[in-house]
């Protein structure tokens, strides 16, 4: 079955290095994705990635991948406040239609 | 352009009665997806539309749970005899066409949250 996990909290210092991580437990996953949620707003797609890479960097965002422990992990440099909010890892799985997200990772950032 | 948007923002029931639920998505995306989110969870798929069909709506709870997409754009989940634990937020994504991938983006609406008195 698919179960993907976050911890629950993070909180860090403006201006620091932020990581979250995700664990998940199918194998077959082919996609990882980064959203963003803040209070009031849609889900915002952060960035993803393809499962046969193991990093991907977008500006500040890095994204790890260590497909044999199954854990993915968004470090975001240089966190500013806007930054606060719940990050949520998905997965999908190969021909899949359809995201299984994780419980989501609360992010307060603190001046 | 306009993103994916939702009608009610919010919605109040009582415990036993009907309601519908809407969705918008972005003109042209072929495909669209109902995910409800409960409080303090991440979202869960309820139902994946191709076209005007259901490809998937292995994610819907029980039989108390529709949805329909008849001209292939706007979409409702209809929910009857509502209970307690329906209250959640309901979210619809689209996407350009069929087939989740890094490159076929999944765009959100921000949700109708219905809460069941």
């Known amino acids: 079955g698919e179960d993907v996990e976050q911890s629950l909290f993070l909180s860090v210092r403006e201006g620091d290095s932020s990581v979250i991580n995700c664990t998940y437990t199918d194998s077959s996953s082919t996609y990882l994705y980064w959203y963003k949620q803040e209070p009031g707003a849609g889900l915002q797609l952060l960035t993803y990635?393809?499962?046969?890479?193991d990093m991907k960097q977008d500006q500040r965002l890095t994204v790890l991948l260590n497909k044999k422990d199954k854990h993915l992990s968004l470090r975001i440099a240089d966190t500013q406040t806007g930054d606060s909010a719940i990050y949520f890892c998905a997965e999908t799985l190969e021909g899949g239609n359809k995201l299984t997200f994780g419980t989501g990772t609360q992010l307060k950032v603190e001046l | 352009g306009a993103g994916v948007s939702q009608t009610p923002s919010n919605k109040v029931t009582e415990k036993g009665k009907y309601v519908e639920l809407r969705c918008d998505p972005i003109s042209g995306h072929t495909a669209l997806y109902w995910y409800r989110q409960s409080l303090g969870q991440g979202p869960e798929f309820l139902i994946y539309f191709q076209g005007t069909g259901a490809a998937d709506d292995s994610g819907l709870p029980n039989d108390r749970f529709f949805a329909v997409r008849p001209e292939g754009s706007v979409s409702t989940l209809k929910i009857q005899r509502t209970e307690r634990g329906d209250s959640a937020v309901y979210l619809c994504?689209?996407?350009?066409?069929?087939?989740?991938?890094?490159?076929?983006?999944?765009?959100f609406g921000p949700g109708t949250r219905l809460t069941v008195l």
């Open positions: 990635i393809f499962s046969n890479m």
């Open positions: 994504a689209s996407s350009h066409r069929p087939g989740t991938s890094g490159d076929n983006e999944q765009f």
